[in-house]
């Protein structure tokens, strides 16, 4: 099902965004959310980039695996879990408004 903020038009979803920010709440909100999924792209990079490295270096050994793996996880689910926090926050803000 979808929610009221994903049947938006483009036009309304960016009006909803701006008029959120300007409130005490979603700048806070929003800021934090930012902070997130920039650390879980900072950590994607890192650990691909760390991959690659060690892959032309002298090839990946187990151990190396036991560093990357649950890097380029943790990256993951901080990308996706800010994603979907900020589609929540303006969902119900988008209600509420209302």
Known sequence: ??????RMNKMEKQH?????????????????LNHVLIIGVIGLVYGIG???????KDGIKLSDYLTIVPLLIASFIFIILSINL?????????IKRK
């Open 86 to 94: 900020r589609k929540k926050e303006l969902n119900k803000y988008a």
């Open 16 to 32: 909803l965004i701006d008029e959120y920010k300007k409130t005490p709440k979603g700048k806070e909100i929003l800021s934090r």
């Open 1 to 6: 099902m979808k929610t009221k903020f994903q």
């Open 50 to 56: 760390l991959t690659i490295y060690l892959y032309f």
